[in-house]
């Protein structure tokens, strides 16, 4: 076994040992960690238990900067390019029709965020970009080709932008002058017609949300995820799930709740299609309520404060 590099520098894994007492990994069990990134939570589910893991990542990126851990952990360690909402058929392809847990840590990485090329932040001047697979309609694709009223409906719904048609107008008006192609110019734009938040958030914060959220499908991808991992799970196997957005962590709480027969499924996902369409329970929440990060977490990394963790777990009778 090679070196472990050891943790990729600027990656924080947020609730690390939450979601490792959630998921209590265990010698000879099989997991997947739908949302690689830097890599960290696989790290640590690898070094606490003599595991096998299979890691996906739908940003090409990802994978290729895991090639260092999976040299090291080789070969208990596979990366698999992918969405996770996928898992079924890419865990299919290699043969595993059953998983002991699954960790989720959903929404945009500390990689993604921080490098200005690939257009997810407005702290930097970049490519107004943000796809994760690097293919497909970019949210400058969005801004300058959708018509006014459906970029209010996406700032609405996905960013709960109260003030969604007034920007949406601005978008308009200053695409008439020539596209919007940065980070930068979206983000003069949105203030040229918001008011200053008293809070101290930045008021372009809730549309780059909106826009990363529709290019990227990721709460379709949220409500697919949480499907194929319940119906992957061995009894005993646990599903783990780091939220950021409220709009994921309600998506994941009503999942979740439906599944353990706490209240009826809302998703277009209902877990009872995984019951043979009964009601009955067949998981049990492994958390009632969502867990929150603590004091000394929060004072060395500061984008742990929206976290929200969540976990359920299958039972031995399901």
């Not at 392809?93 to 997810?120: H, K, Y």
Request: proline share 5%; glycine share 10%; hydrophobic share 45%.
């Amino acid at each position: 076994m090679a070196a472990d590099p050891g943790p990729n520098p600027g990656h924080v894994p947020v609730m690390l040992a939450e979601v490792l007492h959630a998921l209590a990994p265990r010698d000879g069990a099989t997991y997947l960690d739908g949302t690689f990134g830097g890599g960290g939570y696989a790290r640590a589910i690898l070094q606490a238990a003599g595991c096998t893991l299979y890691a996906t990542d739908r940003d090409p990126d990802a994978i290729a900067r895991g090639a260092a851990l999976v040299a090291a952990f080789a070969p208990r360690l596979r990366l698999v390019e992918g969405r996770f909402g996928e898992m079924v058929e890419l865990m299919a392809e290699r043969g595993v029709a059953q998983l002991d847990g699954v960790v989720l840590d959903l929404g945009v990485s500390s990689f993604q965020l921080d490098q200005a090329e690939r257009g997810f932040s407005f702290r930097f001047d970049g490519p107004l970009d943000m796809r994760m697979e690097k293919a497909g309609p970019s949210a400058a694709d969005l801004v300058n080709r959708l018509p006014e009223a459906e970029i209010a409906t996406i700032l609405w719904e996905l960013g709960e932008e109260r003030h969604s048609r007034r920007i949406a107008r601005a978008i308009v008006a200053a695409r008439r002058e020539s596209a919007i192609e940065t980070t930068g110019r979206l983000r003069s734009v949105i203030h040229s017609v918001m008011p200053r938040d008293p809070s101290g958030i930045d008021s372009a914060t809730r549309s780059f949300q909106a826009l990363r959220l529709k290019v990227n499908d990721e709460l379709g991808e949220v409500e697919r995820g949480l499907a194929a991992a319940a119906s992957l799970l061995a009894p005993g196997g646990r599903l783990v799930v780091v939220a950021f957005h409220s709009l994921e962590d309600r998506i994941v709480k009503r999942f979740m709740q439906a599944a353990a027969g706490r209240a009826p499924g809302t998703s277009r996902h209902d877990p009872s299609a995984l019951l043979g369409g009964h009601r009955q329970a067949g998981f049990r929440l492994v958390t009632n309520n969502a867990q929150r990060p603590g004091e000394a977490e929060l004072s060395v990394n500061p984008r742990a404060r929206s976290a929200r963790l969540r976990a359920l777990e299958k039972l031995e009778t399901a």
